[in-house]
């Protein structure tokens, strides 16, 4: 069964500072996805990683995968309070196109 | 841009009563999934299709069942709601092709009294 497991599940960081979020997952998978969500809206897809070594930036944010490891991280650098939110990483089920998802991790970013 | 609409954002209900809850894509996309979402648990996937009068369960169908008649429209019924189906409901949808991207509803927020 594919497990996906974020850590940590809540970060609460000043602005400026820069910090990584890791997501696991547990079975061979070539397909990664991470996705923001807003307190009170739905899921906005950031990123999508597609293969072994992929490196994907937007602004503030990067996001890697390593399939060997079977982790992804999303970097934050300089922090800014817009980027206050849940974000999720999912995983493909590789015969399917199920997404299994982590359990998310709340940003928090302060003054 | 892919437009996924559900068809109310909150909702309160009675426990017994027989609950729909509609999600419509305007982008002609092969897959369409229903997830609930509850704080520490993530999102899981309930139901999810393939194409139409198709379905498949999800890591959570118990107490729900889907319908899926037209392309656009995917339906989910909580046939007698319970409490513990209070929870957030995302309707989303996708290509059956890669990257199996999945493109998300804004919700609804569905309480069971």
């Known amino acids: 069964e594919l497990k996906v497991e974020q850590n940590p599940l809540f970060l609460s960081m000043q602005e400026g500072k820069n910090y990584t979020i890791y997501c696991n997952y547990s079975t061979t998978s070539d397909r990664l996805y991470w996705y923001r969500q807003d307190p009170g809206k739905s899921l906005e897809s950031l990123f999508v990683?597609?293969?072994?070594?992929a490196v994907k930036q937007e602004g503030r944010l990067m996001a890697s995968l390593d399939t060997k490891a079977r982790l992804s991280t999303l970097h934050i650098t300089a922090a800014v309070h817009d980027l206050s939110a849940t974000y999720f990483c999912a995983v493909d089920t590789r015969d399917t196109d199920k997404l299994i998802f982590g359990t998310g991790t709340r940003l928090q970013v302060f003054p | 841009d892919v437009k996924v609409t559900q068809s109310s954002r909150y909702l309160v209900k009675r426990t017994g009563e027989k609950v729909f809850l509609e999600c419509v894509q305007d982008m002609d996309h092969e897959n369409m999934f229903w997830y609930r979402q509850d704080p520490g648990l993530g999102l899981r996937l309930i139901y999810f299709?393939?194409?139409?009068?198709?379905?498949e369960k999800g890591d959570i169908p118990e107490g729900y069942s889907v319908s899926r008649e037209k392309k656009e429209r995917f339906s989910l019924i909580l046939e007698s709601a319970s409490t513990n189906q209070t929870s957030m409901y995302l309707c989303?949808?996708?290509?059956?092709?890669?990257?199996?991207?999945?493109?998300f509803g804004p919700g609804t927020r569905l309480t069971v009294t």
């Open positions: 989303a949808t996708g290509v059956a092709f890669f990257p199996y991207e999945q493109y």
């Open positions: 990683l597609l293969s072994n070594g």
């Open positions: 299709s393939y194409d139409v009068k198709m379905k």
